[in-house]
Structures are given as structure tokens and as C-alpha cells.
């Protein structure tokens, strides 16, 4: 059973970046699909980025050139680097793994408990 603990969220001032951290139990962690999501007030869940083992990453398009998602095997751990924050960009955000191999967002999905990014204008 996957356990996802995420940590780095906070406040920033737009411009600004910030680094989320999720870290991952499990042996089999580098054979797992690991994403990020987030969910701002009154909005649905939607996907932010994606990683396969080593540099296979799908990015959403809100996001593409500013943010970037990468996984440390050895640290069970999977990153996403956010750079030039938007208010729009505030939310919680959520770290997913896919050991079932259904899909990110799936039902099978494990989630963390999510971390708080808010960004002032």
C-alpha cells in the first residue's frame, strides 16, 4: 500500500516560486506513476503534471513552462517546481500515485493529504 506525504506548500508573492516535495512509501515506488493535482475553492481537481520513471512527464498547458515535475527513486520522492507563480496558481495541491495502473484520477488512485500554495498579487 502506497502512502503519500506532501510537504513545501506555503505563501509567495506572484513571480515567485516555491518546490513541493511528496514522499512516497513503498518498495515498487520507481515502477508507480506519480502526478500532482490541485483544487482551488469551488473548483473541480484538475491535473497539474505527471512522471514516469526517469524523464517522461506530461505537463498541463496552464502550467508549461513554468512549472516542472521530477522524481528521486533513491528518495522515494517526487518534486514539482513551481516558477513564476500566478494568483490564479493558488490552490491546494495534492500528490497521486497510480500503483494500479488505472489512470491518474482514477478510483484506484492514492492521494496525499495536500499542501496549501497561495500567492499574493
Known amino acids: 500500500q502506497v502512502q503519500l506525504v506532501e510537504s513545501g506548500g506555503g505563501l509567495t508573492q506572484a513571480g515567485g516560486s516555491l518546490r513541493l516535495s511528496c514522499a512516497a512509501s513503498g518498495r515498487t515506488f520507481s515502477t508507480i506513476l506519480m502526478g500532482w493535482f490541485r483544487q482551488a475553492p469551488g473548483k473541480e481537481r484538475e491535473f497539474v503534471a505527471s512522471?514516469?520513471?526517469?524523464?517522461?512527464?506530461y505537463i498541463a498547458d496552464s502550467v508549461k513552462g513554468r512549472f516542472t515535475i521530477s522524481r528521486d527513486n533513491a528518495k522515494n520522492t517526487v518534486y514539482l517546481q513551481m516558477n513564476s507563480l500566478k494568483p490564479e496558481d493558488a490552490a491546494v495541491y495534492y500528490c497521486?500515485?497510480?500503483?494500479?495502473?488505472?489512470?491518474?484520477?482514477?478510483?484506484?488512485?492514492?492521494w496525499g493529504q495536500g499542501t496549501q500554495v497561495t500567492v499574493s498579487s
Open positions: 497521486a500515485a497510480d500503483p494500479a495502473r488505472r489512470g491518474l484520477g482514477s478510483p484506484t488512485t492514492v
Open positions: 512522471i514516469w520513471d526517469g524523464d517522461s512527464t
